[in-house]
């Protein structure tokens, strides 16, 4: 029973246009929400993060929005670049110390 | 520089000998936990520990051991490797227990 979800194993965005990963989960307890990316042969890289309180995050280029009432967790990226080609986790916490992850999506970004 | 190093990279070994991947970080960081990555799985939680001597068990711990003597260091110990254990390895740490962790490299683990 998985408590997370990143329904799409993989995505390819053009150079310049957005990029949008999803991340579903089941269980409301979960109140810290991350984003990590990953590259080959590399442990995976903070990203951006959001708390249960907030429904927006922005850093530069990359905004994580959270819909607590769908439980859905999106990142965007815009615009997409060549070097964002990887691999991305969004990961869940309840404050418990337990972090669970989602399977991935591999982001391509096409130059 | 801040870092988690893992040691070693790659290991292959035989189902039954006993080994142990080493962690470390140096960003003085109470939280510290171990995960496991396979395809399709994405990050599994093994083991973590909140702090020195304090240890709890992740998603899963089965076939797996864990000791926290000091602060930076937080080795992953397989007392009978099998097959299924199998798979990349990571260690990471973190200031709180809830924020954001700092990945190790990876270990690449194949048990025959």
Redesign the interface.
């Given at each position: 029973d998985q408590q997370?979800k990143?329904n799409s194993p993989s995505l390819s965005v053009q150079e310049g246009r957005i990029s949008i990963l999803n991340c579903d989960y089941t269980n409301s307890m979960f109140?810290?929400f991350?984003w990590?990316k990953k590259y080959p042969?590399?442990?995976?890289?903070?990203l951006i993060?959001i708390s249960s309180i907030k429904d927006k995050n922005e850093d530069g280029r990359f905004t994580v929005f959270l819909n607590k009432s769908a439980k859905h967790l999106s990142l965007h990226i815009v615009p997409s670049q060549p070097g964002d080609s990887a691999v991305y986790?969004c990961?869940l916490?309840s404050?418990?110390?337990?972090?669970?992850?989602?399977?991935?999506t591999r982001l391509k970004v096409l130059a | 520089e801040a870092q988690v190093t893992q040691n070693p990279r790659y290991l292959i070994t035989v189902t039954g000998k006993k080994l142990t991947v080493t962690c470390s970080q140096n960003m003085n960081h109470e939280y510290m936990s171990w995960y496991r990555q396979d395809p399709g799985l994405g990050l599994r939680q093994i083991y973590y520990s909140m702090n020195v001597e304090v240890t709890d068990k992740g998603d899963v711990p089965e076939g797996y051991k864990v000791s926290r003597k000091e602060k930076r260091n937080f080795p992953l110990i397989l007392e009978s490797p099998s097959p299924n254990q199998t798979s990349l390895y990571f260690c990471a740490s973190s200031l709180t227990g809830s924020g954001e962790q700092y990945f190790g490299p990876g270990t690449r683990l194949t048990v025959t």
């Open positions: 997370v990143q109140d810290y991350l990590y042969a590399e442990g995976p890289t903070f993060s986790f990961a916490s404050g418990t110390y337990k972090y669970i992850f989602g399977t991935g | -």
